[in-house]
């Protein structure tokens, strides 16, 4: 299964820098959000979009060609 990942901020890092912060992966069928984070070595309090819309279950079952932004999570107070 293969997706478009974006990667936003300082999360950009995880990828190369001539990458700019997008990638085409290339994961398992079945895999879901926690897996990705998990393969990205990515911590779990992040902002995730899946074609466009918000998605805060990490349980979610990715499908190919989908396209994943993450985000880091920003708190304020």
């Known amino acids: 299964m293969v997706i478009t990942l974006k990667l936003y901020?300082?999360?950009r890092e995880k990828l190369p820098p001539e990458a700019r912060g997008q990638a085409t992966?290339?994961?398992h069928d079945g895999a879901t959000l926690d897996d990705l984070l998990a393969h990205l070595d990515l911590p779990?309090?992040?902002v995730i979009s899946v074609n466009d819309e918000h998605e805060?279950?990490?349980t979610r079952r990715?499908?190919?060609g989908d396209l994943v932004r993450i985000f880091s999570a920003v708190g304020g107070g």
Do not use: E, Q
Request: glycine content about 0%; proline content about 7%; cysteine-free.
């Open 44 to 46: 779990k309090r992040v």
């Open 56 to 58: 805060p279950d990490l």
């Open 25 to 27: 992966l290339d994961l």
């Open 9 to 11: 901020s300082t999360l």
């Open 62 to 64: 990715l499908n190919s």
